[in-house]
């Protein structure tokens, strides 16, 4: 099983089979449009800027279930996100990524993959912190944390790489670049 495997939602609510992006490094992120991390929507979309055309593409994924930090609907979150950070990737429907409504998707990449930290640092004590208040056993199972969770996938359509919300975006790049 593979990426390649599952269909998800546009903003609309059409089905879009993910065997589409066959051939093509794919980041994709849970995101939220009232979070500390949103300002990562500018530095994603300059990674998509620089490497679109190299075979990138970014799945953006909004989710509520973190501090109800994605309260509006989807086009609400989409105008959000064009005018405030001017995405041009592709934004799917607001998902759940975790419990019994995930998305199959995200149950595939939460079992296929495991957390391995939040890094250092005062950011990584305080995600720790609320990672721990949600979820006792947090460090020992692939749940989503939080807010901008990254996977890497890659071409052939296999989870090259997980990146906690803590993750310098400049990691993420290189590790992006090297997949192209």
């Not at 979150?77 to 990524?97: A, E, L, S």
């Not at 149950?107 to 939040?118: D, Q, S, V």
């Not at 944390?145 to 919300?165: H, Q």
Request: aromatic share 12%; charged share 25%.
């Amino acid at each position: 099983m593979n990426i390649y495997d599952f269909t998800v939602k546009t903003r609309k609510g059409a089905d879009v089979a993910l065997s589409d992006f066959q051939g093509k490094v794919l980041l994709v992120v849970n995101t939220a449009t009232g979070c500390g991390f949103t300002p990562q929507y500018k530095e994603l979309q300059e990674i998509y800027d620089a490497d679109h055309d190299k075979g990138l593409e970014i799945l953006d994924f909004p989710c509520n279930q973190f501090g109800n930090q994605a309260p509006g609907d989807n086009e609400e979150i989409h105008t959000f996100c064009t005018g405030r950070f001017g995405i041009t990737f592709p934004q799917y429907g607001k998902i759940d990524v975790n419990g019994e409504n995930a998305i199959p998707l995200y149950r595939w990449l939460t079992e296929n993959t495991k957390f391995e930290g939040f890094g250092k640092g005062p950011q990584a004590l305080v995600m720790s912190g609320v990672a721990k208040k949600m979820d006792k056993d947090y460090k020992n199972n692939g749940n989503i944390k939080w807010n901008f969770t990254k996977f890497l996938i890659d071409r052939e359509g296999n989870i090259v790489k997980r990146f906690e919300p803590t993750e310098d975006m400049a990691t993420v790049k290189k590790a992006v670049e090297e997949l192209l």
